[in-house]
């Protein structure tokens, strides 16, 4: 069994984060860690952050100068049994803005990015065309498990 360490950072102002919210990204990759990660211990962050601090993480670190829904930092520490995953950052305003464009919920929205975020994290990519349908497939098959999960503890 994975032992989670996760910290949670509300850097934003705009869309206030209810505990609701937390304790969906809590239950979310409390869930998804151990089925994506092999250590014992496993450590990751989620930071939700304004249009103006993405901007500025993406264009310093991945040199694209706009604002962007998530960014991922893999740390991919490994010390025997532990692991650092990385850094996961989400763009509120991005997640309520994406939701009424893809006309669904706030909550698909985030645990959509968080999934496709965290897989980040592990190495998933979507650069090519096989690469984004293999991440596709497995975000949506955890995010299916989740909600399944999700209603059976209802």
């Given amino acids: 069994m994975t032992e989670l360490?996760?910290?949670m950072d509300d850097r934003q102002e705009t869309i206030a984060l209810s505990e609701e919210d937390r304790n969906l990204i809590q239950s979310l990759i409390s869930f998804v860690v151990p089925k994506i990660a092999e250590e014992a211990q496993v450590e990751v962050?989620?930071?939700?952050?304004?249009?103006?601090?993405i901007r500025?993480?993406?264009?310093?670190?991945?040199?694209?100068?706009?604002?962007?829904?998530?960014?991922?930092?893999?740390?991919?520490?490994v010390y025997g049994d532990y692991r650092n995953?990385?850094?996961?950052?989400?763009n509120t305003s991005k997640v309520k803005e994406q939701a009424e464009e893809f006309g669904?919920?706030?909550?698909?929205?985030?645990?959509?990015?968080?999934?496709?975020s965290l897989l980040h994290l592990v190495g998933y990519d979507h650069e090519e065309a096989e690469e984004k349908a293999a991440m596709r497939?497995?975000?949506?098959?955890?995010?299916?498990a989740f909600e399944g999960e999700e209603?059976?503890?209802?």
């Fill in 104 to 116: 669904h919920s706030y909550r698909r929205e985030l645990t959509y990015l968080t999934v496709h």
């Fill in 151 to 154: 209603n059976e503890a209802r």
């Fill in 56 to 77: 500025a993480l993406n264009r310093d670190f991945r040199g694209v100068d706009k604002v962007t829904d998530v960014l991922s930092f893999p740390m991919d520490e």
């Fill in 137 to 144: 497939a497995r975000e949506e098959a955890l995010l299916a």
């Fill in 85 to 90: 995953l990385g850094d996961v950052i989400i």
């Fill in 45 to 53: 962050s989620v930071s939700f952050v304004e249009d103006e601090e």
């Fill in 5 to 7: 360490s996760l910290y």
